[in-house]
Every structure is written in structure tokens, then in C-alpha cells.
């Protein structure tokens, strides 16, 4: 009895609505409960403040509900009503022809037929297979409706963001939607989380041309990168100590030089240099970050090749084959 009960009561809900909305135009037609769709991203929760409002009527009108909380069969309810306001407010001509038993076109080319909840469906010859009544029978929406984007977007979820194929099958187990591929296609374009993953990395920028000192032709370690290494720890004779490795980069063969280094004074660092001098010859330019010791060396380098060397031979060599510093640009305090 409780069983027939709720089924007269569903029946009662959708042919009042059905009655009411047969009356009006396409553009009178008014929702369910008047929820306007369009504020609700998901369908599950647009069934859900339906089934919610539909159970506070019910609740008003001292309708007998022992039910505390929301069920499949509200759910369903929800869902019904809004599948036959959605199929009223664009096939309403269709709709009364089939009640008049008037052959169209639509009705013709899908075999549409009324089911008992007052549902347009579509018949085929899978009439007497063991599948699902949904998929015996699919439930006809139109593409261009935001009802039919919520379905697709529930059924694309479900596939686990799969292709267009999938969520078009998927949806195909329940409902029919005319230009179905389409209609999928646009709603899955709207997809956030498939535009984060098939989006592809972001454009890189177009780089610079190479410096001239790259690739213009030189001999090996004139032109070179300086950048310090460590701190490494090694072991003497008087335990473990640190050290740092001291790495000459030829900025035209892209060979090495290493030299290591027993402290960050500048007196040590200048000893590294002059080894290296001794065994690659003297570089043209060299190129390094900001440093303090380097910016410091830089100075005194030039303090002694000028000041402290006082042979005429040497201060000419050191003339015509002085070494150029450069350091790589430093940003202003602040931009980072």
C-alpha cells in the first residue's frame, strides 16, 4: 500500500506539472519549483536542492515522509521532473501530437513514445534485449540545453575524463541527445580539469642569440666562465677539512679547468688564477656572477698587474693582453 501510495503520488507530481506547463509557450514554461538552472555547475547538485524543495512541499502539504534524509527514489523524482520540463519546453509540439496520435517527423525518424512517467522516449529494435530500459529505450534531450551539458559533464566524470566516445556512450545507456557527438564535444570543451591535462605546457619564450664570444672563433680557455664548487669535505693528516673547487668553463669549447681552492679569501683565489694562467695561457675576458671575493678580486688584479709589476716588458704584455672582467648582471634589491 505505501509502495502504491508513493507511486500515486510521483504520477500526481509529474502530470501537475506536465498540465501546468502545457498551457504556457516555450518561453512561459516555468522550471521546477522555479530553480533557475543556470546557477548550479553539477547536476547531482541540482537534483539534490530539487529533491530538497520537493520535500518541503511535501512536508507543508502534511504528506506522510518517514524518510530523514534524501533517497534514490527523491533523487529520481528530481530528475523526472526536469527531464520532462527540459523535453515540454523544446518537443511541447511533438509531445501533443504523439498524444494525438498525429505521425511527425521527429516521432518517425526516433519512434518517440510517452512512458508512464509522461518521459519522451526512444524506441528501436532492442526492444526485447536484456538491457537496461535506459538503454532499450533512451530518454530524448536536446543538445542546446544547459540540463543536457549537466548530464554530459556527469557522464564525462564517471569515464574518468576519457574522450568524447566514452562520455557519448556513456550517456547513450540512459538518454538519447540529438547531435549527441557535438553536444558532448562542446561540453567537454568546458572542462577544466581536461584543459589542465591536454592543454600542453605553456609557449616558451623565443631565446636570444648566443653571445659573440660563443661562438666566434678563438683559442681554447681566451674567453671563460668562472664559478666556484663545494664545499667539499676531504681528509688529511690533521683530519677532515673543507675545501671548494674553483671551475674554469671555456665559453667557446665548453672544456674545464679545475683548481681547488683551501679557503674563499681573495688571496687563495688570486694563487688559483695565476695557476691557471701559468698552464692555459691568459684569457681575454672573463665572465662570472656577483661574488664578493670575485668583485674584490677583480679589483686587486688590477692593483697588481698596474702597481706591483714594475718591468716595463711585463706592464706592456699585461697592456696588450689585459684581462677583461665581466659580471653577470645583478638585480636591484627589492625585485625578487
Known amino acids: 500500500m505505501e509502495l502504491k501510495q508513493e507511486k500515486d503520488e510521483k504520477e500526481l507530481c509529474v502530470s501537475l506539472h506536465v498540465e501546468e506547463n502545457e498551457s504556457k509557450t516555450k518561453h512561459d514554461i516555468v522550471p521546477p519549483c522555479g530553480i533557475d538552472i543556470q546557477r548550479y555547475s553539477t547536476l547531482t547538485k541540482l537534483l539534490r536542492v530539487t529533491a530538497l524543495v520537493l520535500k518541503f512541499i511535501r512536508k507543508l502539504k502534511n504528506v506522510k515522509d518517514d524518510a530523514k534524509y534524501l533517497t534514490c527514489d527523491d533523487l529520481r523524482q528530481a530528475e523526472n521532473l526536469w527531464i520532462v520540463y527540459v523535453q515540454r519546453n523544446i518537443y511541447n509540439k511533438d509531445y501533443k501530437n504523439i498524444q494525438k496520435k498525429k505521425p511527425s517527423g521527429l516521432q518517425r525518424q526516433l519512434g518517440l513514445v510517452i512512458d508512464n512517467n509522461g518521459l519522451l522516449r526512444c524506441t528501436g529494435r532492442l526492444g526485447n534485449s536484456c538491457l537496461s530500459e535506459g538503454a532499450r529505450q533512451p530518454i530524448l534531450l536536446p543538445h542546446k540545453e544547459k540540463f543536457t551539458e549537466l548530464v554530459i559533464q556527469r557522464a564525462h566524470k564517471e569515464c574518468m575524463h576519457y574522450g568524447i566516445s566514452h562520455a557519448l556512450s556513456r550517456t547513450r545507456q540512459t538518454y538519447w541527445i540529438t547531435r549527441g557527438r557535438s553536444a558532448v564535444k562542446a561540453a567537454l570543451n568546458k572542462c577544466n580539469v581536461c584543459r589542465r591535462y591536454d592543454g600542453g605546457p605553456y609557449k616558451m619564450p623565443v631565446m636570444a642569440p648566443l653571445p659573440s ?77 656577483n661574488a664578493a671575493q670575485f668583485k674584490l678580486a677583480s679589483k686587486v688584479i688590477n692593483h697588481i698587474w698596474k702597481n706591483v709589476v714594475q718591468s716595463n716588458e711585463v706592464m706592456s704584455y699585461v697592456a696588450s693582453k689585459g684581462i677583461r672582467w665581466n659580471f653577470i648582471v645583478e638585480l636591484a634589491p627589492g625585485i625578487l
Open 213 to 289: 664570444s660563443r661562438v666566434q672563433k678563438s683559442s681554447a680557455f681566451s674567453r671563460t666562465g668562472l664559478d666556484y664548487l663545494g664545499p667539499l669535505n676531504i681528509k688529511t693528516s690533521n683530519g677532515n677539512r673543507k675545501v671548494w673547487i674553483c671551475l674554469f668553463s671555456c665559453m667557446t669549447t665548453r672544456a674545464i679547468h679545475l683548481e681547488v681552492i683551501q679557503d674563499l679569501s681573495t688571496e687563495e683565489f688570486l694563487m688559483c688564477l695565476q695557476r691557471f694562467i701559468s698552464q692555459r695561457n691568459t684569457p681575454i675576458e672573463i665572465v662570472s656572477d
